[in-house]
Every structure is written in structure tokens, then in C-alpha cells.
């Protein structure tokens, strides 16, 4: 089993629906939680980082960790076009750690 | 300013050939990562330096991987007897903290690695 999970089917959504996407994990130590979202022939960009359980909201998007579940989740609202890319959830033990990634969602945004 | 760059963006190597892949890091950046990418995958720790010290390679695939930051800044990746398996994009990120300081970690563009 690996250390994170992310179901990697690709999503296509119309503009301006909301796209859900998860992971779950089964190392409990894990601490810092972050979506990353990497273009085509780019290196991944950190989108969202949170630390320990709850919330996190920056503009149209949401993070959420549920710590006792082993579960994040991201929320995209208003999706545009511009957000297609594959998303990645990583997590971290914390001290600059290595990063454990899930396989990510590649979400198409359809005008 | 510059964000972490990485050359060559693309190499193409016939097997058992050596490569040397190439990371500038952030200017400053103490911190430096090399992960490895297969085609829809999510990266994969390779190995980690804090300045010059390589402090944790158990990511590194085999012993014909090798990494080194001599002057704890650039840094490169070598892989020696290169295999079909090996293809796939090595990414290296940098961040600002050293081991007991959790920050960001910036990619580059990664190098995309096809061995015939």
C-alpha cells in the first residue's frame, strides 16, 4: 500500500461547476498537508499548504484536512479553464522532510 | 530572482549510456530535492541535501544513481548504465530551511529522461 492514495482518474467539468478532488493516507505522523498543480511539460507550483486538521480557504479554492479520518481534500470553486492541470496532493512529516505525493487528477475545465 | 532551473530540459540516451542531469537551486536556498516523475505518477523522493551534506538518499533507485551538491549549490544527478526503466522526469526542488525548518519546496521544469 502506498503512502498516499489519489484515485488518478481525469475529470472533465464545465466552467464554472466545482471540482472535488481527495487523498488519503496511511502514515498517521504526517503532519503538513499541500495541493500542488503542475502544467503540461511544468514542474509542480504549490497551490494550497495547511498544517494539522481543519480548513484553509485563498480565493476560489479550499483545502481541507481531516487528520482523524487520514484524509485531505480540495475544492475548486468557479472552476475556469485555466485550472486545467493535474493536481497533486503531497504531505510531509514537517523538518523539510521529503514530500510523499499522491498519483494526482488531471481536470480538464471545459469553456 | 530566478526560479530553480534545470538542463538539460531534455535528454535522450541509448541504454547503457551515462547521463548527468543538472539543478541551479534558488540562490540561497540551503535545502535541495530530487525526485523522480514516471509518465502518470505522482514524484518520487530520490534524495535530499542540506548545503553540501546529503543527508538522506533512500530514494535513490539503485547505486547507479549518484547525486552530489559539492559547493552547496547546484547540484547533479548522475545516473551510470542507464536502463529503459529509468526513463521518466527528475524534478529538483529547493527551499530556504535547512533540516529542522519546514518551508515551501519550489520545482523546477524538471528533465525529461527517454532511454532507447
Known amino acids: 500500500q502506498k503512502e498516499v492514495e489519489q484515485d488518478p482518474g481525469p475529470l472533465s467539468v464545465p466552467e464554472g461547476a466545482i471540482v472535488s478532488l481527495n487523498c488519503t493516507y496511511s502514515?498517521?505522523?504526517?503532519?503538513?498537508f499541500m495541493w500542488y498543480r503542475q502544467y503540461s511539460r511544468k514542474g509542480p507550483e504549490l497551490l494550497m499548504y495547511?498544517?494539522?486538521?481543519g480548513n484553509k480557504e485563498d480565493g476560489r479554492f479550499t483545502a481541507q484536512v481531516d487528520k482523524s479520518s487520514k484524509y485531505i481534500s480540495l475544492f475548486i470553486r468557479d472552476s475556469q479553464p485555466s485550472d486545467s492541470a493535474t493536481y497533486l496532493c503531497?504531505?510531509?512529516?514537517?523538518?523539510?522532510?521529503?514530500?510523499?505525493f499522491g498519483k494526482g487528477n488531471q481536470v480538464v475545465v471545459i469553456p | 530572482g530566478a526560479g530553480v532551473s534545470q538542463s538539460p530540459r531534455y535528454k535522450v540516451a541509448k541504454r547503457g549510456q551515462d547521463v548527468a542531469l543538472r539543478c541551479d537551486p534558488i540562490?540561497?536556498?540551503?535545502?535541495l530535492f530530487w525526485y523522480q516523475q514516471a509518465l502518470g505518477q505522482g514524484p518520487e523522493f530520490l534524495t535530499y541535501?542540506?548545503?553540501?551534506?546529503?543527508?538522506?538518499k533512500s530514494g535513490l533507485p539503485s547505486d547507479r544513481f549518484f547525486a552530489e551538491r559539492p559547493e552547496g549549490s547546484v547540484s547533479t544527478l548522475k545516473i551510470q548504465r542507464t536502463q529503459q526503466e529509468d526513463s521518466a522526469v527528475y524534478l529538483c526542488?529547493?527551499?530556504?530551511?535547512?533540516?529542522?525548518?519546514?518551508?515551501?519546496?519550489?520545482f523546477g521544469p524538471g528533465t525529461r529522461l527517454t532511454v532507447l
Open positions: 526542488a529547493s527551499s530556504s530551511q535547512g533540516a529542522r525548518g519546514t518551508d515551501t519546496q519550489y
Open positions: 502514515n498517521s505522523a504526517f503532519q503538513y
Open positions: 495547511t498544517y494539522s486538521s
Open positions: 503531497a504531505m510531509t512529516l514537517g523538518g523539510n522532510n521529503r514530500l510523499a
Open positions: 540562490s540561497g536556498h540551503v535545502s
Open positions: 541535501f542540506q548545503n553540501e551534506a546529503q543527508l538522506d
